[in-house]
């Protein structure tokens, strides 16, 4: 157990819906990274907190969008969403968000969109 | 740009044998971290070892130990007294200083999948 929460484990969900992740950091982590992992794109950052403020952005559609909350928890939206979203989204969380910092995995959430 | 490469989709070990994984990498900046993640089928992420640029050392890990050839550019994964619960997915990452930062995110080679038979 890597002391990073992801809720839900699994969504399935229509095209055109809209989705939220929920990310809760392992205690005493300030950044927080959204990771993508699909077939064909493989694993890919999609943006990086910390404390609250957005830090780096990856290749995140423009239809995606996250923040961090003051209790340092993150949520990841995704809308108008289409077949080619489903992936399994990760969470990770480091303590300071440097390169050197180890990134600790959440389970992950598995999104179908039908 | 492909930062991460591991050139082997699939290894197959017998148990108790030691295996490496390999991983090659493409980066001009001095400063950065290589890892090494193992995700099970259950989908986890699990981190594994940790080598820094700077790092004189190999870095090791209990069965894990992480052959760094700078000049090379490579940082390959051994695992030694392969067990049946090492068969898994593997993936190679690197990071680097963002824009001057130090802030750095995780680029991920495409994985190898390991196997391990008894």
């Known amino acids: 157990d890597s002391g990073v929460t992801q809720t839900p484990k699994h969504l399935i969900t229509a095209t055109g819906q809209r989705v939220t992740l929920r990310c809760s950091p392992r205690?005493?982590?300030?950044?927080v990274y959204w990771y993508q992992q699909s077939l064909d794109q493989g694993l890919q950052f999609l943006i990086q907190?910390?404390?609250?403020?957005?830090?780096a952005k990856g290749n995140i559609l423009e239809r995606f969008s996250a923040q961090q909350f003051p209790d340092l928890h993150s949520e990841l939206n995704l809308s108008s969403l289409e077949l080619g979203d489903s992936a399994l989204y990760f969470c990770?969380?480091?303590?300071?968000?440097?390169?050197?910092?180890?990134?600790?995995f959440g389970p992950g959430t598995r999104l179908l969109v039908l | 740009a492909q930062k991460i490469t591991q050139t082997q989709p699939g290894m197959f070990v017998q148990e108790k044998e030691a295996v490496t994984l390999d991983c090659t990498y493409d980066?001009?900046?001095?400063?950065?971290?290589l890892f090494w993640y193992k995700q099970p089928s259950s989908g986890e992420m699990i981190f594994l070892i940790y080598?820094?640029?700077?790092?004189?050392q190999n870095a090791t890990e209990g069965r894990y130990s992480l052959n760094f050839q700078k000049a090379r550019k490579s940082a390959n994964l051994v695992i030694s007294a392969s067990q049946l619960g090492d068969s898994a997915m593997y993936f190679c990452a690197m990071s680097y200083p963002d824009r001057g930062s130090t802030l750095g995110r995780l680029y991920f080679g495409r994985g190898t999948q390991l196997t391990v038979w008894p």
């Open positions: 080598q820094g640029s700077y790092d004189q």
């Open positions: 907190y910390y404390n609250g403020e957005e830090r």
């Open positions: 980066t001009s900046d001095p400063s950065y971290g």
């Open positions: 205690s005493g982590d300030l950044s």
């Open positions: 990770a969380s480091s303590v300071g968000g440097s390169y050197q910092e180890t990134q600790y």
